[in-house]
């Protein structure tokens, strides 16, 4: 792909598909979510060549504590060994890491490994990666209004969309979802209003360099009118190469 071609500042990836790829190799569903890990340091990785400015990945939903205890112990364990190996390449990236989500419920040493993550890439200037875990774009919405009402604040789209807590980041552009289904499955549904979704059916480890231009590639072929008729979107684009 084009170095110079126009890429979205902000893509979001439901990244499905971890235990189907395992399964079908016969190996624990824990062996999925490691070679997500690979998939997602790719990932990382090309967003920042291809000159994206934001990358925001569901790692883990409020949903995914209903899943069999041995698969979210070994999630939590695998995060916090993914941080220890993960943040050091992080921080030469230039990446700036943010995780998204409650926070209360997850035990000591998680919640630590957060914080620390946090920390160490704070100056991260290339790429911004927010990792949605323990997340919900319902509770996200919830924790918004309540935040404003505790405050007295009147809730308006401005005030409620500035308490998410994605409130300073755009809005996603683009909304990848690997693995063949076609939902959101309670991903950032307030900033999704107006994003370009794209559905594939690769497995999440398997999602590639080639993958994700591809998502590129038909994200360029769509016209994004807000609300406006294709001639309006036409006009400003010839004032703007114009002005």
Request: net charge neutral.
């Amino acid at each position: 792909m084009n170095s110079a071609e126009p890429v979205p500042a902000h893509v979001a990836i439901v990244m499905d598909g971890n235990g189907r790829w395992a399964n079908r190799r016969f190996l624990p569903r824990v062996a999925g979510h490691r070679a997500g890990v690979s998939a997602l340091r790719d990932c990382v990785r090309t967003c920042a060549e291809r000159g994206i400015q934001v990358l925001s990945v569901f790692a883990f939903s409020s949903e995914n504590w209903n899943r069999p205890k041995d698969e979210v112990s070994g999630l939590m364990e695998l995060l916090v060994l993914a941080l220890s190996r993960e943040v050091p390449q992080l921080v030469s990236d230039g990446v700036l890491l943010r995780f998204v989500g409650e926070r209360a419920s997850l035990a000591d040493v998680v919640r630590d490994g957060l914080q620390r993550a946090e920390a160490a890439t704070a100056h991260g200037r290339r790429l911004r990666l927010n990792v949605c875990f323990n997340y919900g774009g319902r509770w996200d919405i919830v924790q918004a209004a309540q935040r404003l009402a505790a405050n007295g604040v009147a809730i308006t789209e401005e005030s409620l969309g500035a308490q998410m807590l994605m409130g300073q980041v755009a809005d996603p552009d683009l909304i990848i979802r690997t693995g063949s289904e076609q939902r959101i499955s309670n991903f950032l549904l307030w900033q999704a209003a107006y994003s370009e979704l794209y559905f594939c059916d690769t497995l999440w480890p398997d999602f590639d360099e080639q993958a994700l231009d591809r998502a590129l590639r038909d994200y360029r072929r769509r016209e994004r009118r807000f609300g406006q008729t294709s001639a309006q979107v036409v006009a400003a684009m010839d004032n703007k190469r114009a002005a």
